[in-house]
C-alpha cells in the first residue's frame, strides 16, 4: 500500500460529476490545491451511503480549506449514476464519484481487499504537490469518520508540531532553538 510521502498515482478515470453528468478527473485536476480521495467498497450497499452523505454535506468544509473531495469504487460510473438517483442522500452530492472499474488506482495505491477484490475504505490526503500526507484504512464492516479527516487536514495545513488530540484553534508544539 501507498503510504505517507509517496506521490499519488497518475489517473484518468470515468466519474459522475456533482450536475449528474458523466466525465474524466484526472490527478491533475484543480492544481494547487488539497486532495482528498476516498474509496468505498460498493455502490448500493448499507454503510457506504452514510460515509458519501457526510463527506457531501461537509464539502463546504473541505472547499474552505482549499480541498478537493474525490469520492471512488471500482463501481462504473452508470452504476453510480443509478445509485444517486436512487438514493436521496447521495442526490445532490457535490463532488464527483469516480469510477475505477479497471482497478487500476486501487491496485496502484494498493487498496483492493484481498478476498473479495472491492476497495477498501481507504482515505488518501494529498498536498498540493501530489504527495500522501495521510492515509486511514477502515475494515469493509466499520465507517469512517469525516471529522477526523477534517481535523488532519487542518493539522497538515499548520505546517506545525500537533500534538494528541489536537484541535483547531489549540496551541500547537513549539520546540526550542
Known sequence: ???????????????????KSFGK???????GRWKVLFFWPMDFT?????????????????????????????????VHLAWRKQHPDLNNLPFPMLADTKRELSTALGILHKQDGVALRATFIVDPDGVIRWVSVNDLSVGRSVD??????DALQTDELCPCNWQPGQETIQVPR
Open 1 to 19: 500500500m501507498l503510504t505517507i510521502g509517496d506521490k499519488l498515482p497518475a489517473f484518468n478515470l470515468d466519474a459522475v460529476l456533482a450536475d
Open 25 to 31: 478527473v484526472t490527478d491533475q485536476d484543480a492544481p
Open 148 to 153: 477526523e479527516v477534517l481535523r488532519v487536514l
Open 46 to 78: 448499507f454503510i457506504c451511503p452514510t460515509e458519501i452523505a457526510a463527506f457531501g454535506r461537509r464539502n463546504g468544509d473541505f472547499q474552505d480549506r482549499e480541498a478537493e473531495l474525490l469520492g471512488a469504487s471500482t463501481d462504473t460510473h452508470f
